[in-house]
């Protein structure tokens, strides 16, 4: 049985920091990178994406087509800009889901 992996991804200064936490880090230039580097990602063996809002943003299409799979659970955070509400915004959606009323 293989072992699943955590990366990280989104610009230099928002996932550098992470790799002292013992995460894989992706720093991607461009959303178009990110996108290239989020596939590669999904057909290795990571479990868990941790992506930066501001890449998230350009790229809702791509993190949408993984929102149903087992693998990998992409989780937003919020990069160095700061958060643009969109992680809380997914978090709050799922609850609602599962939960079948908003209570957050």
Do not use: C, W
């Amino acid at each position: 049985m293989s072992e699943y992996k955590i990366a990280v991804l989104g610009d230099r200064d928002s996932v550098l920091g992470f790799r002292a936490l013992g995460l894989e880090a992706f720093p991607a230039e461009t959303v178009e990178e990110a996108r290239r580097i989020l596939h590669n990602l999904a057909k290795e063996n990571y479990a868990i994406v941790y992506l930066t809002e501001q890449y998230a943003a350009g790229m809702a299409a791509d993190v949408a087509r993984y929102k149903d799979e087992l693998t990998p659970a992409i989780i937003l955070i919020p990069g160095k800009e700061g958060s643009l509400g969109i992680g809380m915004a997914n978090v709050k959606s799922a609850v609602e889901r599962a939960v079948g009323a908003d209570i957050l």
